[in-house]
C-alpha cells in the first residue's frame, strides 16, 4: 500500500503556495478553527503563527508544514483534506488575500482501507514553526 496522506494540495494551490514564497518567504498553514474565516486554512510567513503544544502537524503541501488544533482535528482525524484556491477574498490575515483569490479546505472520509494506512500523528512540542 502506498503511503497515505491527511493532505495535500492541488496544482492551483500549489502555484499559489510558489507565488506567496516567492513574494514572503517559506510559508506555513494553519487550518482555523472556525473564528473568523470559518474554517479556512490560514496561509502565514513560516514562524509568524506560533504553533503550540496543542497543535497538529497533518503534513505539508507544497513544501509548507500544515497544522491543525488537536481540538479541531478530534473531529477532522477521519478526513482526508485537499487544499484548494478559488476566486474571492477572505477576511482574515492569510498571506493570499491580497490576490483576491482565498485557500479552500475540500474533504472527504478516508477509505477503509486508507484509514488502516494512516499513522497516529503526535501533537506538536511547543513552538515547532520557528524552526
Not at 496544482?11 to 499559489?16: I, N, S, W
Amino acid at each position: 500500500m502506498s503511503v497515505v496522506t491527511r493532505v495535500e494540495a492541488t496544482d492551483k494551490a500549489l502555484a499559489l503556495i510558489a507565488k506567496l514564497e516567492k513574494m514572503h518567504g517559506p510559508v506555513m498553514f494553519h487550518q482555523s478553527g472556525g473564528c473568523c474565516d470559518g474554517s479556512a486554512p490560514m496561509c502565514y510567513p513560516l514562524g509568524e503563527f506560533h504553533v503550540g503544544a496543542s497543535d497538529v502537524k497533518l503534513g505539508e503541501i507544497g513544501g509548507a508544514p500544515f497544522y491543525m488544533g488537536a481540538a479541531q482535528f478530534e473531529y477532522w482525524q477521519h478526513t482526508h483534506l485537499t487544499i484548494d484556491v478559488v476566486p474571492g477574498r477572505g477576511s482574515g490575515f492569510s498571506l493570499e488575500t491580497p490576490e483576491s483569490v482565498r485557500f479552500l479546505t475540500r474533504s472527504r472520509l478516508f477509505t477503509e482501507a486508507e484509514a488502516e494506512g494512516l499513522a497516529k500523528l503526535p501533537v506538536a512540542r511547543g513552538d515547532e514553526s520557528a524552526a
